[in-house]
C-alpha cells in the first residue's frame, strides 16, 4: 500500500464512527438542531482562526502553492457556516443566545495536536493537518453517493459543498505527502500514520461536542 493509500484505509475504517456520531446522523435525517448548529459555527471559527495560518505554514514547508488554499485563508470557510447559519436562524434564532462561548475540548484537543506535531517535524506536521480537507471532502463524497444525503434534505448543500477528495488542493497535498514519504524512514511514516489517524478522531469529536449540553 503506498503512504496515500493507508491514509485513506484510516479513513475508510473510521466511517462507522462517523455515521453513528450524533451530529452526521441529524444531518442524514435532515434534523435540524438550532443550538448544535450555532455552537459547531461558533467552534468552528475559533478553530480556523488557528488552524489556516498554521495550514498554510505546513504547507509553504513543501511549497505547496494553491489557488484554493488562498481562497480558503480569504472567505474562513464564510459560505458553508452561511449554509449552516440559515438552517439555524430559519428554525430557531433564539438558540444563539444560548450557545457556550468557552472552547469546547475537541476544539483544544485537536488544536493542540496539530500544534504538537508541528513541533515533531514538518513531515508530522503535514500529516496533521491533512485530516481537515480529506474528511471533509472524503465523508460527504461517500454520503452523498451512497443516498445518505439526497438533494432536497436540508444539508445537501452543504455536503456538496465539500464532497469530494480530487479537488486541486487536496490532490497537490496528497501528492507532496507521498513524495516526502518516501524521503522518511518507516518509524518517520508510521508517526505520520498516527498523527493523522488522531486528527481524523477529532474531526469526529469536533462533529459531535456540538450535541454536547454544558456539565
Ligand atoms: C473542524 C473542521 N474540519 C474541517 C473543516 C473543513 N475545512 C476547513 S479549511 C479546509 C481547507 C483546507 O484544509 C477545509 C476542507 C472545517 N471547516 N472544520
Known amino acids: 500500500m503506498t503512504f496515500i493509500e493507508q491514509f485513506k484505509k484510516i479513513m475508510q475504517d473510521a466511517m462507522p464512527a462517523f455515521l453513528a456520531n450524533p ?38 514547508n513543501f511549497g505547496i502553492d494553491s489557488e484554493s488554499l488562498r481562497q480558503f485563508e480569504g472567505d474562513q470557510e464564510t459560505e458553508p ?14 438558540a444563539k443566545a444560548t450557545i457556550t462561548k468557552e472552547w469546547l475540548p475537541a ?22 493537518l491533512a485530516a481537515c480537507p480529506y474528511v471533509y471532502g472524503y465523508l460527504t463524497e461517500k454520503m452523498i453517493e451512497s443516498g445518505q444525503i439526497k438533494k432536497g434534505n436540508p444539508f445537501y448543500p452543504w455536503f456538496d459543498f465539500y464532497k469530494g477528495t480530487d479537488g486541486q488542493l487536496t490532490v497537490d497535498f496528497m501528492k507532496v505527502l507521498e ?25 469526529n469529536d469536533f462533529f459531535a461536542q456540538s450535541l454536547e449540553k454544558e456539565g
Open 23 to 60: 451530529f452526521i446522523k441529524d444531518c442524514e435525517a435532515g434534523r435540524i438542531d438550532a443550538r448544535a448548529l450555532y455552537t459547531y459555527i461558533y467552534q468552528d471559527n475559533i478553530y480556523l482562526d488557528v488552524y489556516l495560518p498554521l495550514f498554510s505554514k505546513g504547507l509553504d
Open 81 to 94: 457556516h452561511l449554509m449552516l447559519q440559515k438552517l439555524a436562524d430559519e428554525k430557531n434564532p433564539a
Open 107 to 128: 476544539t483544544t484537543g485537536y488544536l493542540k495536536h496539530i500544534q504538537d506535531s508541528q513541533k515533531e517535524g514538518d513531515f508530522i506536521f503535514l500529516c496533521s
Open 179 to 203: 513524495e516526502e514519504a518516501d524521503k522518511v524512514d518507516e518509524e518517520m511514516q508510521s508517526r505520520g500514520l498516527t498523527a493523522f489517524y488522531q486528527a481524523v478522531q477529532f474531526e
